[in-house]
């Protein structure tokens, strides 16, 4: 009934930039938070920064001044502007979305399939 589809990875030199999108569609009735985590290799999945309906946004502090998280309501997608992308950097990224159904009207949490960064010389 939901499908949440990110685009946009890829292979970057360090210092350079990649732009990832996210866009939930089917039968959405409200759309609460959409954000971004990343999991490394080896590693737990973490945030990376969200975007609630209402409050403010948040950013882990590793990414903080290199990272924009933007979100277009009317087309119920979340962007992610990477800048001066490090190697550390380098992670599967995924969508996270909380929004309700049409049909059921209670809110529960999707996520994206997961899109490559790789920040490599």
């Known amino acids: 009934q939901v499908q949440v589809v990110e685009s946009g990875g890829g292979l970057v030199q360090p210092g350079g930039s990649l732009r990832l999108s996210c866009a939930a569609s089917?039968?959405?009735?409200?759309?609460?938070?959409m954000g971004w985590y990343r999991q490394a290799p080896g590693k737990q999945r973490e945030l990376v920064a969200i975007?609630?309906?209402?409050?403010?946004?948040s950013y882990a502090d590793s990414v903080k001044g290199r990272f924009t998280i933007s979100r277009d309501n009317a087309k119920n997608t979340v962007y992610l502007q990477m800048n001066s992308l490090k190697p550390e950097d380098t992670a599967v990224y995924y969508c996270?979305?909380?929004?309700?159904?049409?049909?059921?009207?209670?809110?529960?949490?999707?996520w994206g399939q997961g899109t490559q960064v790789t920040v490599s010389s």
């Open positions: 996270n979305v909380a929004l309700s159904l049409v049909t059921t009207r209670v809110a529960n949490v999707y």
């Open positions: 089917g039968s959405i009735f409200r759309i609460y938070s």
């Open positions: 975007f609630p309906s209402s409050g403010s946004i």
